[in-house]
């Protein structure tokens, strides 16, 4: 006998909320998510953005974070994570360094403070379930807990930040969650983050198709077909004759301001470099007719990013 449930309409045709609850009606398909989440988890920086699929070409990045430099406008937040001494939530970002940041040093001790941690999942050789990050106090914790905390941290933001904007409740249900990982890294470390979403309730392992775990450098090639021109090289950079060096395509000065998507033909082949806070990556990708991207070479790199940068 298949499950009832009971729904609460909502206004401005938004489907109806699902919970458990009178004979109303079945559960029904949850592939009909109406918005598209996208969660960049950076080294340094992190991030979201979303778009509804009426209207998939809109994206609206998040810029309102709490804490940051005065004056600021921050599209990203510090991928910075503070717990209390029990081990329970109390920040994530600007507002998580600046509060550890103003305790007392005897009592900051007690308090677990991780930054940069994303790093983990590429410099272990053994990703599992057990393994543990070392906070600032240098006391252990579960991995996997924090970056469970540090998702679910952006999955009730992103909810409460639709919420906001559609002047409706909006519900996991509704969304269906991206998010990026760096090409190079190994399949453990993706099946880490799947596992840690599903900690967070973004997905479950009854719907793994509510998550997608996406590569950063396909996730960029992406976005940067859809931006135009002036958005990637600067106006004097261009010339009548050529903008490339001897060899490579031309593009005319009439091209400019013109949507980048144009300037790609089938066949057309390219490097993708993804220069992050952890790891540099480069990877070749292919337009083919269709206009899907294929892979033409395995993504190659390291750990040489920006803190590796900083360390040297």
């Known amino acids: ?6 729904e609460t309409n909502r206004p401005n045709g938004y489907p109806p909320v699902v919970t458990p609850g009178l004979p109303v009606t079945t559960r029904p398909d949850l592939e009909q998510h109406f918005v598209v989440a996208a969660i960049d988890f950076g080294t340094t ?7 509804f699929k009426r209207d998939p070409d809109s994206v609206h990045m998040m810029r309102k974070w709490e804490g940051g430099d005065p004056g600021v406008t921050n599209m990203k937040t510090l991928t910075t994570l503070l717990l209390k ?7 994530f970002g600007f507002g998580a360094r600046d509060f ?49 905390h540090a998702l ?8 409460q930040e639709l919420s906001d904007q559609s002047s409706t409740q909006i519900v996991n249900d509704d969304v269906r969650w991206v998010i990026t990982v760096p090409a ?12 840690a979403s599903y900690d967070a309730g973004l997905a479950s392992p009854q719907n793994p198709s509510q998550l997608l775990i996406a590569l950063e450098p396909e996730a960029a090639s992406i976005y940067c077909r859809k931006l135009r021109s002036r958005e990637l090289i600067p106006e004097d950079e261009y010339s009548n004759q050529q903008v490339m060096a001897k060899g490579l395509r031309r593009i005319s000065v009439p091209s400019y301001g013109g949507p980048v ?20 990556d480069l ?23 920006a803190i590796g940068v900083d360390r040297e």
Request: charged fraction near 25%; charge should be positive.
């Open 45 to 51: 920086y992190s991030g979201y953005a979303f778009a």
């Open 283 to 305: 990877t070749v990708h292919e337009m083919e007719a269709s206009g899907l991207l294929k892979e033409l070479y395995k993504a190659s790199g390291g750990a040489w990013g």
């Open 261 to 280: 998507s144009a300037e790609f033909k089938p066949g057309m082949r390219y490097i993708v470099v993804d220069c992050g806070g952890g790891t540099v």
């Open 85 to 91: 001494p029990n081990g329970e939530f109390h920040s």
């Open 100 to 148: 550890y940041h103003d305790l007392e040093e005897s009592e900051a001790r007690k308090w677990l403070y991780f930054e940069k941690f994303k790093m983990s999942l590429h410099s272990s050789q053994d990703i599992h379930k057990g393994v543990e990050l070392t906070a600032a106090s240098g006391k252990k914790f579960l991995a996997l807990t924090v970056f469970a």
């Open 184 to 195: 190079i890294w190994r399949q453990p470390a993706k099946q880490f983050m799947r596992q």
């Open 1 to 6: 006998m298949a499950t009832q449930y009971q």
């Open 152 to 159: 679910r941290f952006f999955k009730d933001h992103c909810l």
